[in-house]
């Protein structure tokens, strides 16, 4: 099992539409997530930490399972500006200490008029 | 405004050439990284310091080296010993000990090696 796996995708949507990408991850020991978001070309910016009570943040919602090892990114009423990939990141946790920070490869979304 | 700042946004350089990549930072963290990514590909980790004057290597640091002189600053040189120099590089710091834990990029250099 890859560390962090997301489906590529893409996901094209309409506009309106609502979304949700999932993310798996193999350490089940990590302590900390989070979803980045990164526009083409440009570099990744923090969109939400994950919350193991689920976190919301106007449209975003994140999930936290940590039975199944996965988090969730849910996007309701898609905009044309949320087209764009999003990358799902894990802290792992090794013999008692944090570990540097494992990026998925991302799951494009593209939004259409 | 508080941020990271990388230079250039693009290099072209020579192949055999060494070359360095500048990242500034004045968030006042203490870690500063360097991850490298190729199309289709997740961030990967070359070197991280979580300290002035300390560095380690991440996953791919062959043919990478940095220093950490000062806390605002950490260089990247890649070395003509590096098999595949062409990517896009990108530099974050974030503060160890915060709950969240969550690393800030700069806007990254990319990098032409012919």
């Known amino acids: 099992r890859k560390e962090v796996e997301q489906d590529p995708g893409p996901f094209n949507v309409p506009e309106g539409a609502t979304v949700a990408f999932n993310c798996t991850y193999s350490n089940s020991a990590s302590q900390s997530f989070f979803w980045y978001r990164q526009d083409c070309r440009k570099e990744p910016k923090l969109l939400m930490s994950?919350?193991?009570s689920g976190n919301e943040d106007g449209r975003f919602t994140a999930q936290l399972n940590r039975a199944s090892q996965y988090i969730s990114l849910l996007i309701r009423d898609s905009k044309l500006s949320d087209s764009a990939t999003y990358l799902c990141?894990?802290?792992?946790?090794?013999?008692?200490?944090?570990?540097?920070?494992?990026f998925g490869k991302g799951t494009k979304l593209s939004v259409k008029p | 405004d508080g941020g990271i700042t990388q230079s250039p946004k693009y290099l072209f350089r020579k192949e055999g050439q060494n070359v360095t990549l500048s990242c500034e930072q004045n968030l006042n963290h203490d870690a500063m990284y360097w991850y490298r990514q190729d199309p289709g590909q997740g961030l990967r980790l070359i070197y991280y310091s979580q300290i002035v004057n300390d560095f380690q290597k991440g996953d791919i640091a062959e043919g990478y080296s940095v220093s950490r002189e000062k806390k605002e600053s950490f260089p990247l040189t890649v070395t003509s010993a590096q098999k595949n120099p062409t990517a896009f590089y990108l530099c974050?710091?974030?503060?160890?000990?915060?709950?969240?834990?969550?690393?800030?990029f700069g806007p990254g250099t990319r990098l032409t090696v012919t």
């Open positions: 974050a710091s974030s503060t160890p000990g915060q709950a969240s834990y969550e690393q800030y």
């Open positions: 990141v894990v802290r792992p946790y090794y013999g008692g200490s944090q570990g540097n920070l494992i």
């Open positions: 994950v919350y193991s």
